[in-house]
């Protein structure tokens, strides 16, 4: 079992910038990919960003070149620095995590862009 708690969500103006973090905890040993997704009321929720052990980094095309993944060498935090905010950012992020047989999910942290 892997436990999540995220952290770093909040209300920003348009053009600001927020850094997400998740701590993971529990049997991270085996974690092979960590990532972010999001949901905004009324949609589905989808990729943010990921990244895995192959190297490999998947970012979703709305969000290429402003936000940033990353993680520590332990393989137990991972981050989502967010630059030049969008309203349509606006959603509930989660951290996931996945091992070679299960995926695990955190809260959620709001994120609100104003305009």
């Known amino acids: 079992q892997v436990q999540l708690v995220e952290s770093g969500g909040g209300l920003v103006q348009a053009g600001g910038s927020l850094r997400l973090s998740c701590v993971a905890s529990g049997s991270t040993l085996r974690i092979n990919a960590m990532g972010w997704y999001r949901q905004a009321p009324g949609k589905q929720r989808e990729l943010v960003a990921a990244?895995?052990?192959?190297?490999?980094?998947n970012y979703a095309d709305s969000v290429k070149g402003r936000f940033t993944i990353s993680r520590n060498a332990a393989w137990s935090r991972v981050y989502l620095q967010m630059n030049s905010l969008k309203p349509e950012d606006t959603a509930v992020y989660y951290c996931n995590v996945k091992n070679w047989v299960d995926e695990y999910w955190g809260q959620g942290t709001q994120v609100t862009v104003s305009s």
């Open positions: 990244l895995s052990r192959d190297g490999s980094t």
